[in-house]
């Protein structure tokens, strides 16, 4: 499972990706890492923040990754993020999505992002989301 990390982004970004429910949320898209400057709002940020092999007797059995994923929004209205947060469980609680050569063992929303909200030029922007867990393991 040495490109186990490639393989899951790729699928993970696919599931995200081709979920039109999802999409219809999202005016700003969905961002892995860092949104660019003057998408709109809400969007979805992603990022893996851990990725951990578990190993016998020298064997890669299986690897975890936690998922950052974080809506950003503009105005004090939390609707939004509670229908994106949803949809998100819907989608990737016990989750199927296809990631190549390995099996997605378990999948779980493993907690949430503490909610964030800061005033610029009286301009309220927020931000939260939840951290999921997947395990993958050999097919």
């Given amino acids: 499972m040495n490109r186990c990390r490639r393989e899951f982004t790729e699928g993970f970004e696919a599931a995200l990706q081709g979920d039109a429910a999802l999409q219809a949320l999202l005016p700003g898209g969905i961002q892995s890492n860092l949104a660019p400057e003057g998408l709109p709002f809400p969007r979805l940020v992603w990022q893996i923040v851990d990725a951990t092999p578990a190993y016998t007797l020298g064997v890669l059995l299986s690897e975890t990754f936690m998922v950052q994923c974080r809506i950003d929004m503009l105005g004090e209205d939390a ?3 509670d229908r994106i947060l949803a949809r998100l469980d819907a ?5 199927t999505f296809y990631v190549e050569g390995v099996e997605l063992k378990y999948s779980r929303r493993a907690g949430d992002i503490p909610d964030g909200t800061e005033i610029e030029d009286n301009t309220v922007y927020q931000s939260t989301g939840a951290t999921y867990e997947f395990v993958l393991g050999e097919a």
């Fill in 79 to 81: 609707t939004p993020a």
């Fill in 91 to 95: 989608l990737l609680m016990d989750a």
